[in-house]
């Protein structure tokens, strides 16, 4: 009997409960209800652009006709993936897609840490503002843009290296864009010119925010700045550096399409080491005008970065709870 009434109080309490907490959440929503109002433009533009145009995801199982529609269209099962994997190229754009991408994180990465560390050296604010601001800028310059800036270095006539590498060194020029061996690295190059800048803001916000009394404590016992680098700023940045790698890793089976199409314009001998998934998946719209296999393509690039990003956040969360995104 006094088991039961325990447990009677126990639910009497917890009836009780409920309603507070439910105020306590109105509570919470009606004191920050403008900031929770200024989420709202976002959230409308993710559900918009994001989760209504992914219906489309039958195409990847259809024939699409235009007179019929997307669903009056005939379904034609896995027969879109096997026309994608068929293909003589399937194995090149896939490695191109996978290797680039991991060269991009990790050369990215290191640079940005770089700059955002070298920057936050830096004592006089203006000054560091400016370098802030010259290193984002690449960031937000069209990829249009950019591969004209490349060509004016690249052009096998005019080209500012060619002219550099005769009157220097006495060479020939060089035929860049008939020459497949170079791109790997100058699309590393201009991918880390364009995308370093906005990672290292993101680090050197990251590093701003750490306590400076860590470093005067740091000073005291004799630490000089690579210690207080290895032992203070990494460590404690580590989160950060994680999920931005996490979000990097989510979308390795995707390339910039105006990195691969546009920089190197769309010059044919360059496809053995230029052409991804994205510029074959465009190259074929063109060509046969199957959006079908186009919708296979996006589907098959989706589930390969959805268990990406899973198998990475459970390797983080296996080594560090708490710096895992979920």
Known sequence: MEALATANRSKAAAAKAAPSRARLFLREVKRYRMLLLMTVPGLVYLFINNYIPMYGVILAFKNLNYVQGIWGSPWVGMDNFK???????????????????????????????????????IKDKVVARFYQSTFLLPHIISMVVVAYLVYSFLNADSGLVNRQLSSLFGFDSISWYNEPQYWPYILVIVNAWKGV????????????????????????????????MTRITLPLIAPVIIVMTLLAISSIMRSDFGLFYQVTMNSGPLMPTTNTIDTFVYRAMVKLGDIGMSAAAGFYQSVVCFFLILSANFAVRRISKNDALF
């Open 197 to 228: 800048g906005f990672l290292a803001i993101i680090y050197f916000a990251a590093i701003i925010g750490i306590d400076k009394e860590y470093y005067e404590a740091a000073i005291i016992d004799g630490a000089g700045k690579w210690k207080q």
């Open 83 to 121: 026309f994608l994997f068929n293909s003589p190229d399937a194995y090149l754009i896939t490695r191109n897609t996978i290797l680039y991408n991991v060269a991009f994180i990790i050369v990215n990465l290191v640079l940005a840490l770089t700059v955002a560390l070298l920057i936050n050296e």
